[in-house]
């Protein structure tokens, strides 16, 4: 299956405490950090719910 990388852009300070654990769920924990994921449902989802914190990395 294909893999996608999510790097973080923007602070998680100030958001609500949902989209915080959203982004641990996803590993990601520093600014700049990029994690690479299995591409899923549920991982578009996520990535949805915080697509103002992070961008997806080609």
Do not use: F
Request: aromatic share 2%; glycine share 6%.
């Amino acid at each position: 299956m294909a893999t996608i990388k999510i790097q973080q852009i923007k602070s998680k300070i100030g958001y609500p405490v949902d989209q915080k654990r959203t982004l641990e769920a996803l590993g990601l924990r520093k600014i700049g950090q990029v994690v690479e994921k299995e591409d899923s449902p549920a991982l578009r989802g996520m990535i949805r719910k915080v697509h103002h914190l992070v961008t997806v990395i080609d």
